[in-house]
């Protein structure tokens, strides 16, 4: 079945538009952030205190590769969300995404020079990850007009609470008190400040323009 969302264009912005508590928003976001960073942050130190008191190098080793998966996903979740931060090419953000081991990226077919229109694809980037469990592949492509993300894999699907998100505005506002549906939230919030139509047509294939 396939869903869509479509806002008339307006400069509202979103928390005019649906009236989440600003407060209650940020304190969303810093618990997705925290959810995000603890488990990897607590096994770092783990590794580090067993590499300190035994010596042992494949904790050492260990410690570094965690640490380098903190700092991959911090660059993505700051250009993602971040307020005027730089947004790098986004294949160089892949590393960043949960579970980015099983997970392809092709942007060949992306050539939208609109900074806004590629933040906001970043921006699904995260939630077509959440959509491939089980890894897979994850293409995009657009113009500065619009873009569209597919993804494929085993038991490839969309988070459920984009479908309800696109369905209704209340499905929206509570999504934005969820740290696991924050990722869609935002990117739903962002593409309906700027009046863009979001459909996904079933199965797997999301357009934004």
């Given at each position: 079945?396939?869903?869509?969302?479509?806002?008339?264009?307006?400069?509202?912005?979103?928390?005019?538009?649906?009236?989440?508590?600003?407060?209650?928003?940020?304190?969303?976001?810093?618990?997705?952030?925290?959810?995000?960073?603890?488990?990897?942050?607590?096994?770092?130190?783990?590794?580090?205190?067993?590499?300190?008191?035994?010596?042992?190098?494949?904790?050492?080793?260990?410690?570094?590769?965690?640490?380098?998966?903190?700092?991959?996903?911090?660059?993505?979740?700051?250009?993602?969300?971040?307020?005027?931060?730089?947004?790098?090419?986004?294949?160089?953000?892949?590393?960043?995404?949960?579970?980015?081991?099983?997970?392809?990226?092709?942007?060949?077919?992306?050539?939208?020079?609109?900074?806004?229109?590629?933040?906001?694809?970043?921006?699904?980037?995260?939630?077509?990850?959440?959509?491939?469990?089980?890894?897979?592949?994850?293409?995009?492509?657009?113009?500065?007009?619009?873009?569209?993300?597919?993804?494929?894999?085993?038991?490839?699907?969309?988070?459920?609470?984009?479908?309800?998100?696109?369905?209704?505005?209340?499905?929206?506002?509570e999504a934005c008190e969820r740290p696991r549906a924050l990722a869609v939230a935002l990117s739903c919030l962002h593409a309906r400040a700027r009046g863009l139509t979001i459909g996904i047509n079933s199965p797997t294939r999301?357009?934004?323009?």
């Amino acid at each position: 079945m396939d869903l869509e969302m479509q806002v008339p264009a307006s400069a509202t912005p979103p928390a005019r538009l649906l009236g989440p508590d600003p407060l209650l928003l940020a304190g969303t976001l810093s618990n997705r952030l925290c959810h995000d960073l603890s488990g990897s942050l607590g096994a770092l130190a783990g590794t580090l205190e067993m590499a300190a008191e035994e010596g042992d190098q494949e904790a050492l080793a260990l410690a570094m590769v965690l640490a380098q998966e903190m700092s991959a996903r911090l660059r993505l979740l700051r250009a993602a969300w971040g307020a005027g931060s730089e947004l790098p090419e986004l294949e160089t953000l892949l590393p960043g995404l949960p579970g980015a081991d099983r997970l392809k990226l092709d942007a060949s077919n992306l050539t939208t020079t609109d900074e806004r229109m590629r933040r906001l694809a970043l921006m699904f980037l995260l939630v077509a990850a959440a959509g491939l469990p089980r890894g897979g592949t994850i293409r995009l492509g657009g113009t500065d007009q619009g873009f569209w993300v597919e993804i494929e894999g085993v038991r490839a699907a969309w988070p459920a609470e984009l479908e309800t998100c696109l369905a209704e505005s209340h499905a929206l506002l509570e999504a934005c008190e969820r740290p696991r549906a924050l990722a869609v939230a935002l990117s739903c919030l962002h593409a309906r400040a700027r009046g863009l139509t979001i459909g996904i047509n079933s199965p797997t294939r999301l357009t934004v323009s």
